[in-house]
């Protein structure tokens, strides 16, 4: 699941109509309610009761807010702390390497390097995901200037 998608189910929360949070998110309202069924799908809970006059949460619906709002929160504080951070790592030859698990990608690692790489211009930027194992031995061996684990839901 991507930040994005938490951000568009709390404006949902918020506004009671996908045609509204839509709008205020500049995506179709076809989009976002598939953004929708595929949260559904991926949590196995209804979140949403659909009516002609509009969306409101479900009990599963009621209990996940407060954990999206959590997650997109936490999400911006990482973001502003890392993008305050001074000391920028030093990049061998030009070049910056990361390590990361595939579901990091969508979570923080574009949005970290996007950061990084505004007050540092690598000749090559080189992201490749492995397991967690596999990146600690890759760090290591010092095949990368970055890896990123996360451990836990």
């Known amino acids: 699941m991507r930040i994005e998608h938490m951000r568009y189910f709390i404006s949902l929360a918020e506004t009671r109509s996908i045609h509204r949070a839509a709008e ?3 995506i179709s309202p076809q989009a976002m ?8 799908k991926e949590l196995g809970v209804t979140l949403l009761i659909r009516s002609r006059t509009g ?3 479900s009990e ?5 807010l407060p954990v999206a709002q959590e997650i997109v929160d936490r999400y911006k504080h990482f973001i502003s702390d890392f993008s305050k951070y001074d000391n920028s790592p030093h990049l061998r030859g030009g070049n910056l390497h990361i390590l990361t698990q595939p579901r990091n990608l969508e979570t923080f690692v574009y949005d970290a ?6 007050k540092n211009l690598p000749e090559t930027l080189v992201v490749k995901t492995f397991n967690p194992l596999e990146i600690v031995e890759r760090m290591a061996r010092s095949e990368a200037d970055i890896g990123v684990i996360k451990i836990g839901r």
């Open 24 to 26: 205020t998110l500049y």
């Open 33 to 40: 309610s598939k953004i929708i069924q595929s949260m559904e």
């Open 55 to 57: 969306v409101i949460l």
């Open 60 to 64: 599963a619906g009621a209990k996940f």
């Open 113 to 118: 390097i996007k950061i990084f790489t505004r």
